[in-house]
């Protein structure tokens, strides 16, 4: 049986607006380009058009060989998921054209997988072509086009074995895509020119919690893209082309340089209380990205570039599972880093024990009631500062100023006989009106604003609360602050979710949706590392061994 992978997409320039899509069909086995095909579809969305492409992808490959098994690649976790049958379909323009798409290839014979953006290059041509052509009032035309020749040489693709092939947030998978995304010769073009998309989701078919909800039980995982391949990094002095907001937007300017890209790690490495070998080049992606399971949908995104480089892993607090990502600052150096750079600055991140609205899954932020700790929150602060004090390890205690952080704070430093600093900067998220709501409350009442704050970092909650974007340069801010004030120091910061989940993310040099696949509950221990350098090394994460 011959096998064809279809990459698709669509894109529309003011949703709705012109749009138009894309579709290229190539073998499986040898990577050549078997059909192409685009078209102008006049005014209509983002998500249409998308469908449009997968449609006539499908159609192209039926033509070469209606007895094949076929792969989809699209960047539209929307459409992924859905034809997947893994959300429904609810808008009664894209209903017919899944049901179509659904018909060309018996059940069983097609494949879907979520790809990066920056992998899908040559469709996303095709629909820049056919926008092109609508615009000066013609149709795209294949003689015409140059997305073959603006796209890499085509090579042989990854067999389809259920390693490489699983639903977006799948560990295995997206370990089998960043093997083989490190493993290519070529790695992704730069300067694509994409399709201008304000990218308007489908109302109610993303089952996220939100940010800092309640006690960050939510889960987020329909709400995050997939896993990024390696193709995310560009080379040297290129940079990744512009996220969609409609998608989930990816890291900014993720420019890597160094030595080469190092080889991905194939399991998770504990570090212990000895210095671990920092990578050379390019940080690697890990390969086995965790699937968010019941984490809160906290997704800050970082103005901040994200940080990339070499592993620096000292001495300090032991991870637990976790390897030693590699993060050094945009203007830090690859390669092996100095003997001796001192002791770097330890935050041990403190998530507040429990509230009266963290059973219910609330939104709970800066903006809201205030609560103060549950008695099961009082329990969760006492045993926690025992786990401390037993390590002996912190020298400082800097807590969020709302009262749920600085009571924890309060329980910890008294054990450990220390004072509590008060920083604004840790504070959780202002949720506006959403504030001592669920997630279900919210999505009945301010549908439209909950689609659009899942669908980009920079919208903000009903009411003008703040933006991930917001918060992630506030939090970026207040790290920096904070590590030139305790250098060489290991200071405990009792805060929240967002603030914790970005300190994170920005460490590793994740991008945004990072964030979704992230469970941190209530009075855990994280902690992350920064050198003179630049380096960061997250150390621990959602360590809650000293509550049962």
Do not use: C
């Not at 939510?218 to 990024?228: G, H, M, P």
């Not at 340069?473 to 967002?498: K, Q």
């Amino acid at each position: 049986m011959r096998e064809f992978i279809v990459e698709a997409d669509g894109g529309s320039r003011g949703n709705p607006g012109p749009a138009g899509y894309g579709a290229v069909v190539s073998d499986a086995a040898t990577g050549e380009t078997l059909a192409e095909a685009a078209e102008y579809l006049g005014t209509t969305t983002n998500n249409v058009a998308e469908y449009s492409g997968l449609l006539a992808g499908l159609r192209a490959a039926h033509e070469l060989d209606p007895e094949a098994a076929v792969h989809v690649r699209m960047d539209s976790k929307l459409v992924v998921e859905q034809m997947s049958g893994r959300w429904k379909i609810k808008h009664p323009a894209m209903k017919p054209l899944a049901a179509e798409a659904a018909r060309v290839f018996p059940p069983g014979r097609v494949t879907y997988e979520w790809i990066p953006r920056e992998r899908n290059k040559h469709a996303d041509r095709l629909a820049n072509e056919a926008m092109d052509a609508g615009r000066r009032g013609e149709q795209w035309s294949a003689t015409a086009s140059r997305a073959a020749l603006d796209t890499p040489t085509a090579r042989p693709v990854a067999p389809l074995t259920p390693e490489s092939s699983g639903p977006p947030g799948d560990a295995a998978a997206g370990a089998a895509r960043v093997r083989a995304a490190l493993a290519s010769p070529s790695g992704p073009a730069s300067g694509s020119a994409s399709a201008a998309e304000s990218g308007a989701t489908e109302p109610g078919v993303r089952g996220a919690g939100g940010g800092g909800v309640g006690g960050g039980d939510a889960s987020a995982a329909e709400a995050a893209a997939d896993v990024r391949a390696a193709q995310a990094v560009a080379t040297p002095g290129t940079e990744t082309a512009a996220p969609r907001t409609g998608t989930t937007a990816s890291g900014t300017g993720t420019t890597a340089s160094g030595t080469g890209t190092a080889a991905p790690r194939t399991g998770t490495t504990a570090s212990g209380t000895g210095t671990a070998a920092p990578r050379t080049g390019t940080a690697a992606p890990r390969t086995g990205t965790a699937a968010s399971g019941t984490g809160t949908t906290a997704s800050g995104t970082g103005t901040a570039a994200p940080r990339t480089g070499t592993a620096a892993a000292g001495t300090g607090t032991t991870a637990s599972g976790t390897g030693t990502a590699t993060t050094p600052s945009s203007g830090a150096s690859s390669g092996w880093a100095p003997a001796d750079m001192g002791p770097p600055a330890t935050f041990v991140l403190l998530r507040h024990g429990e509230t009266p609205l963290t059973p219910q899954k609330r939104f709970s932020g800066s903006g809201g009631s205030d609560p103060s700790l549950s008695d099961a929150g009082r329990e969760q602060a006492v045993r926690t500062a025992e786990a401390l004090a037993r390590r002996g390890t912190v020298q400082a205690v800097v807590a969020s100023p709302l009262a749920r952080t600085r009571e924890t704070a309060g329980i910890v430093a008294a054990r450990l006989g220390l004072e509590v600093s008060v920083e604004e900067g840790l504070r959780e998220t202002d949720f506006g009106a959403w504030e001592g709501l669920t997630f279900g409350e919210v999505r009945e009442r301010h549908p439209d604003d909950l689609n659009a704050w899942l669908s980009s970092p920079d919208a903000e909650p009903t009411g003008g609360g703040e933006s991930f974007a917001a918060t992630a340069a506030r939090v970026a801010a207040t790290r920096d602050r904070l590590t030139a004030a305790y250098a060489g120091r290991t200071v405990l910061l009792v805060t929240h979710v967002t603030p914790i989940k970005t300190l994170v993310r920005l460490a590793l040099g994740a991008p945004p949706e990072a964030l979704f696949r992230m469970e941190l509950s209530a009075a855990s221990l994280s902690a992350v590392a920064y050198y003179a350098d630049g380096n960061a090394s997250v150390r621990l994460f959602n360590e809650t061994s000293h509550l049962r």
